[in-house]
């Protein structure tokens, strides 16, 4: 009978000891505010390329994607331009101001992958926000076709993340 109480004791004990373990490492996976690491702006997400928004770069990179739109306000801004060239990889569009914006990476596939069909001189808006000098669009609408491509909810984050609940 001490046999087993001595079994079940040191069973109990180990059974804490995980328990204690698995609470203390989630603590410290999780900043002060309560949000993961990975969806912070401090933290780095394990997304693919830029999240596609205006950099001048090789498009699909595998960079570390930074998002802090899920912690703060955007201006938001309405551009209006021409769609100048595209391709699978990414869309030009010269806005009227005469900025040149380039939708690539993972919103660019997003578009396509809701059926945004662009065509050269296509009139276009692209309603977004600007971060970090780089615009990031929340919404493509294609004038002269009626396409539209939702690529961010009204918070910023991006709507390829999935789970947007935040």
Do not use: C
């Not at 001490?2 to 004990?13: G, P, V």
């Amino acid at each position: 009978m001490m046999k087993k109480i001595l079994m079940w004791t040191l069973y109990a004990a180990l059974v804490g000891i995980l328990i204690f373990g698995a609470v203390n490492r989630t603590a410290a996976k999780i900043e002060p505010s309560g949000k993961p690491y990975a969806e912070s702006s401090e933290g780095l997400s394990t997304g693919f390329g830029r999240g596609g928004s205006g950099k001048n770069e090789q498009p699909g990179g595998f960079e570390d994607e930074i998002h802090a739109s899920n912690l703060e306000e955007h201006e938001w801004v309405t551009l209006s331009g021409v769609i100048s060239s595209f391709s699978a990889q990414e869309m030009l569009a010269v806005m009227d101001n005469g900025e040149t914006i380039y939708v690539a990476g993972r919103a660019w596939r997003f578009a396509l992958e809701q059926g945004f069909d662009p065509r050269l001189g296509n009139q276009l808006t692209m309603h977004g926000f600007f971060e970090n000098g780089e615009f990031e669009p929340a919404k493509i609408n294609n004038l002269s076709t009626g396409q539209v491509a939702n690529l961010r909810s009204e918070t910023g984050r991006p709507l390829w993340a999935g789970n947007n609940t935040y």
